[in-house]
């Protein structure tokens, strides 16, 4: 199944980090093909030219002020910055401005108009059909984020600037930029959200009860409390990208949760949640795209321990831990599971876990799941074709829990392993023992896996 996209967000708050053209080649041979900067330095966007990656740059907040009340000044930034590179450097998207509610400089009140101003210096250059304009958003900016159903932007910033925001993506088919990061939820509230949650890792999962679906990670639920919020105000057609998400490698005693376990485990299962297809619960047809942060630990940046470790690499260059970030490094990943904390489904219980279909993820996410399953994902379906002994009930949903399961045990049971797009959960009794009221097929299932 094709799924979304994982680029990676390149920031400079450091002293030792390697040239411009060294880290291209590093991107290259990650096979990285999306990235995103937090500038326009020259230097980066040259080196960026001719290499195949898209980029994403950004106009500083410091500079809203400038853009919003002078076109000019943004029809000569955008030809400094952007005309002048493209497409030898292939720019796809203009951030304007970074998390900009959360400004200390209070910027906000020139960010539509900023935006707008952007966009018009692309049209006099007729590159608004290549580029899109957008500003990444932080969570801070919804009023309410759980449950996700309840989601919600922050009253004060409805019709000032969400709602005409919003209009403004809509007329020129762009998207809305979310920095997401479930590590700072899991850290503040570590009493009551299991770590295996906050990890994309075998759980029971979390229903919520406004909507009935069942969230199977933090992150799937962060994500679906900003489409909430969009479709309560009726844009419910907007796309998002998730502009920046990650797990510090390394934080101070009072971080819970910081480690280069964690942190190897939340980016490897989020790679790999990612690249295996399916949306959100609430948008399972979301194919998402996901930039990373950071690709160096940068050892300038202020604040505690963790705001210098959320690097993939170290300067010199060498991974931090080893995860993949392709469909082809994926098929050789496991989870190295550390022992879980916080509820879950323990490292002393998968030992005796199978992997089962959710009815509620529909018919049609589930044939997608299913056809990669016994196609690419190597299940052994022989015993679900026709006139073989697990091929009765002939139905999607069975025949999804038989390759799940078989994926699930030929991978081990490794983290991530029983997701499927949120397609399937992981259960931790033989499905046999489940009333027939919560899944019909649990008598038939428990035989026929039993055989795999």
């Known amino acids: 199944a094709d799924g979304g996209s994982i680029g990676v967000n390149y920031g400079r708050i450091a002293d030792n980090l390697p040239s411009a053209v060294k880290v291209v080649q590093l991107l290259k041979s990650q096979g990285l093909s999306r990235v995103k900067v937090f500038d326009a330095d020259p230097s980066v966007l040259r080196s960026l030219a001719g290499s195949g990656i898209k980029v994403t740059v950004d106009l500083p907040n410091e500079m809203l002020s400038s853009a919003a009340k002078k076109p000019s000044f943004a029809a000569a930034w955008v030809q400094r910055n952007v005309a002048a590179y493209h497409p030898a450097t292939e720019i796809e998207a203009i951030a304007v401005g970074n998390e900009v509610f959360v400004d200390t400089h209070n910027t906000t009140k020139f960010l539509i108009q900023a935006m707008r101003n952007i966009h018009q210096a692309l049209v006099k250059s007729n590159l608004h059909s290549a580029i899109k304009v957008s500003s990444p ?15 919600s932007f922050r009253q004060e910033l409805v019709e000032p600037v969400f709602r005409p925001m919003l209009e403004f993506l809509r007329e020129t088919g762009s998207y809305l930029m979310v920095n997401a990061y479930p590590f700072f939820a899991y850290e503040a509230n570590s009493d ?66 910081a480690s280069v376990a964690n942190a190897a485990a939340y980016n ?105 399953a016994c196609g690419e994902g190597g299940a052994d379906c022989r015993q679900i074709q026709p ?66």
């Open 387 to 452: 006139g073989a002994a697990c091929f009765k009930p002939n139905t999607v949903e069975a025949h999804a829990s038989f390759a799940f399961n078989s994926y699930y045990q030929r991978n081990e049971r490794a983290g991530g392993s029983c997701y499927f797009g949120g397609a399937a959960y992981v259960v931790a009794q033989p499905p046999s023992a489940y009333s027939r009221l919560i899944h019909p097929l649990s008598r038939y299932l428990f035989v026929c896996c039993g055989k795999c």
């Open 268 to 372: 490897g299962n989020l790679v790999r949640r990612i690249l295996t297809g399916g949306g959100t619960p609430l948008r399972p047809k979301a194919d998402l795209t996901v930039y990373l942060f950071a690709l160096f630990n940068e050892d300038d940046k202020n604040g505690p321990t963790s705001e210098r470790n959320y690097g993939l690499f170290y300067p010199n260059e060498e991974k931090v831990y080893d995860i993949p970030f392709t469909s082809e490094g994926l098929k050789k990943y496991k989870d190295k599971r550390a022992p879980a904390t916080g509820g879950g489904v323990s490292r002393s219980t998968t030992r005796n876990t199978w992997c089962v279909a959710s009815g509620e993820a529909g018919e049609e996410k589930l044939q997608a799941a299913l056809d990669f």
């Open 137 to 151: 958003i932080a969570l801070s900016a919804l009023q309410n984020s759980y449950p996700s159903s309840a989601g």
């Open 192 to 257: 009551v959200i299991s770590l295996d949650y906050a990890l994309f890792r075998e759980n029971p999962g979390n229903v919520d009860a406004g909507n009935g679906l069942r969230y199977f990670s933090l992150f799937d639920a962060q994500i679906d409390a900003v489409f909430a919020a969009m479709s309560a105000l009726k844009f419910d057609d907007i796309e998002m990208v998730v502009s920046e998400t990650g797990w510090p490698s390394k934080g101070d005693g009072t971080e819970i949760g």
